[in-house]
């Protein structure tokens, strides 16, 4: 059995680094609540306030629908996940954009030697068309979507990356926009960092304390190299007296 409970001696500079898809690296979250809106209309579910919808990016549909139609049977969500997918392809899969920069910023972790993966509350089918469509599919050694595993909290996901490629969780970190990202995180042991461009806010984020609460995710490079010289200082510092 794999030993995730939290480990004082993470990596400054890990050799793993996970991303979450909707909400850091791509612009998506403003879409997935406008479709969620346009499905609970069509279906007349019960109304849910953006702030609500918000709350739920990050989590697989299945768990989404949980939260935001409570008791939800089987046959009925087979239903919302139909029409969501096709609100989804009809109107919302091509409005999303990559942040800008983000493409050059893997490419520099990349170059530094770190392995890239995802893992994201997106189905296997959304995730892969996003990959095609940014061309960003050969920068990662690793994905998982939320139809391949638990959803997040749990940390299936990024167990199973750690697994395939054979990395120790002291040696990976998670970075996400969502408490769920987090939580995941602490649940399989590995550090986290934060950002503030999708689906959380600066205090629900801090308030599970990740190793950082970035603005975007394009300061992780930076923020990595500041980690890195950091401790390479204390390791050089003299001993008190």
Known sequence: MRDTSPDLNL???PRLLVFDWDGTLMDSVGSIVACTQAVIDELGLAEAREAEIRGTVGLGLRETVDLLVPGCDDESYDGIRACYRRHWVETYRDRPLLFPGVPRMLGELAESGHL???????????LEYALGQTGLRSQFHATRTADEALSKPSPQMLLDILDELGVRPAAAMMV????????????AGTAAVAVL????????????????????????????ARESAGAAGRMLAPAAV
């Open 11 to 13: 990596a400054p500079n």
């Open 176 to 187: 996400g926009d969502s408490i769920y990202d987090l939580q995941m995180a602490a649940n």
């Open 197 to 224: 461009s999708g689906a959380h806010g600066r205090e629900a984020l801090a308030a599970l304390a990740p190793r950082a609460v970035l603005e975007h995710v394009l300061e992780l490079p930076a923020w990595l």
């Open 116 to 126: 890239l993966a995802v893992a994201t509350g997106k189905s296997r089918r959304g």
